[in-house]
């Protein structure tokens, strides 16, 4: 078989597989076919069908194959990130600031502080866990941030599911998750400071404010159509300039995103386009996240520690925002809504994972028990939510026909 023949074999199998045991099993209500098409990733890998049928995995998906898979993840996952990006709304949660802070601060702190505690645990008990490249600050910190994400696009997802996206409740979660992804890409910046580049990236910082307010002034003065072409433009530059200054191409994809203002572009429009690259392209990139799951370790320890992670990530989350209730005046039961919900860990764990990998701040090890804590709190979220028959009770009333923000 040609690698042409081979290469249309495996996007087949990445295609086709997640969608028909999603639809067989009617797991929309558990497990979305975002969070299915995560887990045939990992089992596509080599920890599962590579172990079980080594000849065939790597017949499949070979060197030339998976470099060519690589290319088309590369360029999903940065349009992605930059949509998320866009799509931020940092003036909303400014506006509510006080209740908005003190709700996504607790619910930061808190499992980033458990998930630095299950980091040095780990670190005593082995030292396969850590990257090559790593000081122990970071790769603790990196941990305990991958304790404390949450993913905005799931969240959004899910409150369509719940039928409470546009309500005043899950305006308050969207402002929550907003603070929080803002914090988070900021700590990895930190993370990821080299100091033997740290000329690259002042300047690279100190450019990108002064490129960031040029590209503001001459959006506006743009019609949509070219507004779209231009904004792809600027964010190749600030993926490629990030990367070269050794803050890797996401962070650049991410900032590209987010000095620009979502109300310049259509929102129909912006919506079909995060939902067909979802479709058509994201599979990919949850397929060349499976290829970096390893076992090496044993399953046996890898499953303890995602274990131990979901434990700092789901106890973090509920005490954290319990907390923040308390000191609010919550009526009982927002507080566990709340804390399910922010739960949602799913692409952005993904992202956040592979770019301590990348970067050799965490092993493959423990990238793989990460993506298994995300998988898992990610399928906690809706059931949790469901079985406390809180949201229909506790959602205001709606905002029909309004835009995703206030």
């Avoid at 040029?214 to 231009?230: C, H, I, P, S, T």
């Avoid at 566990?336 to 770019?355: D, P, Y």
Wanted: one cysteine or more.
């Amino acid at each position: 078989m040609s690698i042409t023949e081979i290469y249309l074999l495996a996007m087949m199998m990445i295609f086709a597989l997640p969608y028909l045991v999603w639809r067989l099993l009617n797991s929309d209500n558990v497990a979305p076919l975002v969070v299915v098409q995560i887990v045939g990733g990992v089992l596509l890998g080599p920890g599962v069908l590579g172990a079980a049928y080594p000849e065939y995995h790597a017949f499949v998906f070979s060197p030339q194959v998976t470099l060519a898979l690589n290319g088309i993840a590369w360029w999903a996952v940065m349009v992605f990130v930059w949509i998320a990006g866009v799509e931020l709304d940092l003036r909303q949660a400014w506006r509510h600031r006080g209740e908005s802070l003190v709700v996504a601060g607790m619910a930061l702190v808190t499992p980033l502080l458990l998930g630095v505690g299950v980091a040095l645990v780990l670190l005593g008990w082995q030292s396969d866990w850590i990257g090559a490249r790593a000081h122990t600050w970071q790769f603790v910190t990196g941990v305990g941030m991958g304790c404390a994400v949450t993913a905005l696009p799931i969240l959004v997802l899910f409150l369509e599911k719940l039928g409470i996206l546009r309500t005043a409740l899950g305006q308050r979660l969207l402002r929550y998750a907003s603070f929080d992804d803002l914090a988070i890409w900021g700590v990895l910046a930190l993370i990821l400071l080299d100091w033997e580049r740290i000329g690259r990236q002042g300047l690279f910082l100190c450019g990108f404010g002064i490129a960031a307010w040029l590209v503001r002034r001459a959006m506006v003065r743009l019609r949509e159509g070219d507004r779209w072409y231009a904004s792809l433009t600027w964010l190749l530059a600030c993926a490629f300039l990030s990367d070269w200054a050794g803050l890797h191409y996401m962070v650049g994809a991410f900032l590209a995103g987010v000095v620009l203002d979502a109300g310049w572009f259509d929102r129909t429009r912006m919506d079909a386009l995060r939902e067909q690259v979802l479709f058509a392209f994201m599979p990919v990139f949850f397929l060349s996240t499976g290829l970096k799951t390893t076992w090496t370790v044993g399953a046996e320890t890898v499953f303890v520690a995602a274990g131990l992670l979901m434990v700092a990530s789901v106890a973090g989350k509920l005490l954290g925002v319990g907390l923040a209730g308390r000191m609010l005046g919550w009526p009982r039961g927002d507080a566990r809504v709340i804390g399910w919900l922010l739960q949602t860990k799913g692409l952005i764990e993904l992202i956040f994972a592979n770019i301590l990998l990348d970067k050799q701040i965490i092993s493959n090890q423990m990238f793989t028990a990460m993506l298994l804590m995300a998988i898992g709190s990610t399928m906690l979220a809706l059931p949790m939510v469901r079985n406390s028959h809180l949201v229909p009770a506790r959602a205001p009333a709606a905002m029909p026909g309004g835009p995703l923000r206030e």
